[in-house]
């Protein structure tokens, strides 16, 4: 029972704080409950002192949950859903994809290999569900974890309020609107957020346009892998595909394959979610406030440049299209 006990103030805070970013979502609209509790993790872990057993327990979840959580979200990809993509839509989300993980290392002199490996996964994918699934890989430090996933937030919230208003602005239609929104912005409730708000159908395409660049996040972390080998930082084949990247890939091929209840699969779907949400909670109690601050504006910085760089470069490819199909 004593050897228990030390780890009980760890276990709460994790719990209690999990609770906390979800309560904090429903009255603050925009922000997701990671983001939420992510700060107040961040709060707590630097204001109240833990011992060394709670510590631990950050620890766990930080890399532990991070990994499975990886792995049940990857129940809520239906690889048949690419079938209902256009082909030249398909090339364009590639080709973003692509882009944004090059424009990544142009910032890599502000943010270093690791964190711009993040933001550019997390950018360029599916933002939180990225840059869980590609930390590990990079053994990242949970003080650029936790930057990566605000910066991606902050710039995913931005685009909310002022993608709609831009699509109308450059006379995209409902296709291009829907390309622009689900091609570009970092999640999937940004994507839903952004494209509903312009109409029901652009939501609709957007959202599974986002499905097709989710798809990437195997392939993507793969790449990263490859990359890292040959800069002679990550070898072997184990570090090179962690068990992580073949359970999401075997959780997608199960959905994929019906042969599971829907039922089971959304509850699945959802634990993920939840243990991703646990997993960042343990991430912000393990980051020091000062190394935050001090590489924060730098982050954000960076960001905004990956950010600005994939709105230009879609922008240029749906332009494209226009001239060729025309």
Not at 231 to 253: C, D, H, M, N, T
Not at 301 to 312: D, N, P, R
């Amino acid at each position: 029972m004593k050897k228990t006990e030390g780890f009980l103030p760890g276990l709460l805070a994790v719990g209690i704080i999990a609770v906390g970013g979800e309560w904090l979502s429903t009255l603050i609209p925009g922000i997701g409950s990671i983001t939420l509790a992510l700060l107040l993790a961040l709060l707590v872990g630097n204001f109240v002192p833990f011992g060394d057993k709670s510590v631990l327990v950050f620890r766990y979840a930080e890399k532990n949950l991070l990994a499975w959580a990886t792995i049940l979200l990857g129940f809520g990809l239906n690889l048949r859903t690419i079938a209902g993509i256009s082909p030249v839509f398909l090339l364009i989300i590639v080709l973003m994809v692509t882009a944004t993980l090059l424009f990544s290392r142009l910032f890599r002199p502000l943010t270093g290999t690791s964190l711009g490996w993040l933001l550019g996964a997390g950018n360029g994918i599916c933002g939180n569900s990225a840059i869980a699934a590609t930390a590990p890989l990079l053994r990242a430090p949970v003080a650029e974890v936790g930057l990566a996933v605000a910066t991606v937030n902050i710039l995913g919230t931005a685009g909310i309020f002022f993608f709609p208003p831009l699509a109308q602005l450059l006379g995209l239609n409902q296709q291009e609107s829907a390309l622009f929104t689900g091609a570009t912005l970092q999640s999937v409730g940004h994507v839903v957020a952004a494209g509903f708000s312009i109409d029901p159908e652009t939501g609709t395409l957007a959202l599974l346009i986002k499905m097709g660049r989710i798809l990437l996040l195997g392939p993507v972390v793969l790449s990263i892998g490859l990359l890292m080998k040959h800069e002679g930082k990550r070898p072997g084949i184990r570090q090179l595909i962690p068990y992580y990247v073949w359970g999401f890939l075997l959780a997608s091929l199960l959905t994929s394959s019906q042969v599971f209840p829907v039922a089971g699969i959304k509850m699945l779907e959802k634990l993920g979610s939840y243990l991703l949400l646990i997993a960042m909670v343990g991430i912000g109690l393990g980051i020091n406030l000062k190394q935050l601050l001090r590489l924060g504006p730098k982050t954000l910085l960076a960001g905004s440049g990956i950010f600005v760089l994939q709105i230009l470069t879609v922008l240029i490819l749906i332009w494209a299209t226009r001239v060729v199909l025309v």
